[in-house]
């Protein structure tokens, strides 16, 4: 009777063992998987970025004046006719970069800009800031109220 007792024992607590093992299992994997997810994601994104950085390094080749500081400041006065609707499509494509940024920075822990974007989109962000303030640009609020705050220095 005890070695029946001992042996009943024994298989539950292999069967205890063997289901906890296969919830462990179940969340190792889980979390490779969520990791291995998250990488992707980020690649994909660097990727969609990096694109988009070079459409934009093109258009500054293309249309140099879209780079100069002053005449961006006051785009208004600067550009009239196609040329101001060019640079409007150029400070609206970086703008759409710039907040691609912001959105993907932006975390639970932190709501800086990445470290390796932090360079370029203070860059663009100063150069191409009026046109953002601008009444009616339609930028995402939290974007928008985040350049306000962060450059408000500069916009006055």
Not at 36 to 64: F, G, Q, V, W
Not at 74 to 103: C, P
């Amino acid at each position: 009777m005890l070695a029946d007792l001992n042996l009943t024992n024994l298989w539950a607590g292999v069967a205890s063992a063997s289901f906890l093992g296969g919830i462990l299992g179940a969340a190792i994997t889980g979390l490779i998987g969520d990791w291995s997810l998250k990488k992707e994601i980020k690649r994909n994104s660097y990727i969609h970025m990096d694109e988009a950085y070079n459409a934009i390094i093109e258009r500054c080749t293309k249309y140099p004046q879209f780079a100069n500081a002053d005449k961006v400041g006051r785009y208004r006065k600067s550009f009239s006719g196609d040329e101001l609707q060019q640079y409007e499509a150029h400070a609206w494509m970086v703008h759409n970069f710039l907040e691609t940024i912001y959105d993907l920075s932006r975390g639970r822990f932190s709501d800086k800009i990445d470290s390796r974007w932090e360079y370029l989109f203070d860059h663009f962000a100063r150069l191409h800031l009026q046109w953002a303030l601008e009444a009616d640009q339609p930028l995402e609020p939290g974007y928008l109220n985040y350049l306000k705050t962060r450059y408000a220095i500069e916009a006055a």
